[in-house]
Nanobody, 123 residues
């Protein structure tokens, strides 16, 4: 069965950095696009970034463009979200998810989700 394990969250000061990982198993990893999404308390889940199956096409939300970098290592069945210059408004639970086909910034189009990792940006 599909398993997605997000990790790497934590408490960080504004301006700091974190690197999230999404370890995958139970499916052919390099057949699927990966998306990173986040949900803050009282807000809807929003797309942060996504990457296609080969890792050569990426998309970012305007709010994170230039600060976050998505990547994947198909040999390790793992995707990453490197986050720099973190802001308090980046505080949320971050999820990774997969979809077969194109990488798109629509959470409703993703089929399987990990359990999420908390990112808190606060001084």
């Amino acid at each position: 069965d599909v398993q997605l394990q997000a990790s790497g969250g934590g408490l960080v000061q504004p301006g700091g950095s974190l690197k999230l990982s999404c370890a995958a198993s139970g499916f052919t990893f390099d057949d699927y696009a990966i998306g990173w999404f986040r949900q803050a308390p009282g807000k809807e889940r929003e797309a942060v970034s996504c990457i296609n199956n080969r890792g050569d096409t990426t998309y970012y939300a305007d709010s994170v463009k230039g600060r976050f970098t998505i990547s994947r290592d198909n040999a390790k069945n793992t995707a990453y979200l490197q986050m720099y210059a973190l802001k308090p408004e980046d505080t949320a639970v971050y999820y990774c998810a997969i979809r077969w086909g194109l990488a798109i910034m629509d959470p409703e189009s993703y089929d399987d989700w990990g359990q999420g990792t908390q990112v808190t940006v606060s001084s």
